[in-house]
């Protein structure tokens, strides 16, 4: 064969082999749906549950957090009547022995304690320095209202004061919650209220002075989570109880004034 028939024929070769059936395209498989997380948990915990929340699903891009808040005796309620909760926090052992019985709970665990606080309007012209001085005739005291936690922790942190007696007749209102106390604080409507010291950050710093409550007198609640043993989205109802507990999740409730055994 000639050097030019040797040519054609490699060029022929090269030609019929990039003539060969192209490759079908690849679809790539859709992103399965993210997992719906439903979290159930007390209004003192959603400043802190907020920030966890938004943490623990940059962590889990698969996992969207849905937080609702309640007291916990209604949502404990809610619960046993069907209502969707992946996972429970409460700010009563009570409550999540009740959810414990029926439907039921895993992982069950502490997670943080609470405990009050006096806050004055920043110009304290009451000239409030301790919790005695709500005792004083004419002090105008504000709390939440009985049957509210911080309410009926505020009663109690008088009484262990030994100072009921002089101090509920200087209650000029009974608020909803912590955050109505705060408002009317802040406002000069009050000249003292008694509310947890979570509830005491951020924005509310700026506009109120505060004091603390001695130990021996103080009163604290502490906040438990659990697994809804009814959940079909365990796996990722227990990463989420776990976060809370972890480093992570302990450094924002100490943010926002929570106890934690960190």
């Known amino acids: 064969m000639t050097r030019l028939a040797c040519v054609v024929v490699a060029l022929l070769g090269v030609v019929t082999a990039g003539c060969g ?14 997992v719906e997380l439903t979290v159930l948990a007390p209004p003192s915990l ?30 404990a309620v809610q619960i046993q009547g069907g209502a969707t909760a992946d996972v429970f926090a409460s700010i009563s052992t009570r409550w999540m022995n009740l959810v414990e019985l029926t439907p039921g709970i895993t992982d069950r665990a502490d997670i943080a ?14 000239a409030i320095e301790s919790v005695e001085d709500l005792a004083t005739p004419g002090v105008r005291v504000v709390v939440a209202s009985t ?26 209102s009974n ?7 705060l408002m009317r604080i802040a406002s000069g409507e009050g000249d003292a209220g008694v509310v947890f010291a979570s509830n005491v950050n951020g924005a509310v710093t ?30 990722a109802a227990e990463r989420f109880v ?18 934690t055994e960190g």
């Open 21 to 34: 059936s192209p490759e079908p395209p690849t679809t790539p498989s859709p992103s399965p749906p993210p």
């Open 46 to 75: 959603a400043g802190a549950f907020q920030e966890i929340a938004s943490d623990f699903q940059t962590l889990n891009a698969g996992i969207r957090v849905t937080l609702s808040f309640g007291p916990s005796d209604d949502l």
């Open 113 to 126: 304690q609470n405990e009050m606080i006096v806050v004055t309007p920043l110009d304290n012209p009451a």
């Open 147 to 172: 049957g509210d936690p911080s309410g009926d922790l505020a009663r109690r942190v008088l009484a262990r004061a030994r100072l009921a007696a002089e101090v509920f007749p200087n209650i000029v």
């Open 175 to 181: 608020e909803v919650d912590d955050e109505a106390v």
């Open 206 to 235: 700026p506009i109120v002075g505060v004091i603390g409550i001695p130990g021996d007198v103080n009163v604290s609640v502490t906040y438990e989570i659990a697994v809804m043993a009814t959940t079909p989205r365990a796996d």
């Open 242 to 259: 776990a976060y809370v507990r972890s480093a992570g999740g302990q450094a924002s409730l100490e943010a926002f004034g929570f106890i």
